[in-house]
């Protein structure tokens, strides 16, 4: 029989921002770690790890929710894909991310739910507070000074006085 489970994780970064990384190559290599490719539409392909990891996206709910059919190098030859359904919501200033990761080999589950903790959860949250640490060293940007009205000149400003 295939296994499956569910974890979470408290994400310090908006659902919106998550959404975004996992779905961007660069930014879901950057918080992984790792190299990845992501075809960020419904069909499309997407890979992480080197490679080790492979799928299809298959429902994208903007900011919400993102269900892919996964599986790694490791699955048996001829083994169905898994699913994976990535549940996103917003809790206070963070995203709380639900991870529902089905239709594993038989036997498989602890070691892949091991594998979402050790190299997505942990890496994406020491990611997004080293972004959130960094927005906060950021100087704010200086307001504009105001433009100041060009002096007139002494000439002018006799010659109107005359006309009055």
């Not at 290599?29 to 298959?58: H, K, P, Q």
């Not at 942990?122 to 000074?145: H, I, S, T, V």
Request: with cysteine.
């Amino acid at each position: 029989m295939p296994d499956s489970f569910t974890i979470s994780a408290t994400i310090p970064a908006s659902p919106r921002a998550v959404y975004e990384s996992w779905l961007d190559s660069s930014r879901h290599g950057d918080m992984t770690g790792s190299d990845a490719t992501v075809d960020a539409r419904v069909g499309g392909l997407f890979t992480a790890w080197d490679g080790y990891i492979e799928g299809t996206t298959r429902e994208l709910a903007a900011n919400q929710r993102i269900v892919q059919e996964w599986r790694t190098s490791e699955f048996p030859p001829g083994a169905p894909d898994s699913r994976l359904e990535l549940t996103l919501e917003a809790v206070g200033g963070a995203c709380r991310l639900t991870l529902k990761h089905t239709a594993l080999p038989d036997g498989d589950g602890p070691k892949y739910r091991q594998g979402w903790e050790d190299y997505y959860f942990k890496p994406m949250k020491e990611y997004f507070a080293r972004l959130a640490q960094n927005d906060r060293k950021q100087p704010r940007a200086a307001k504009p000074a105001k433009k100041e009205k060009p002096a007139r000149s002494p000439r002018k400003a006799k010659a109107s006085k005359k006309k009055a």
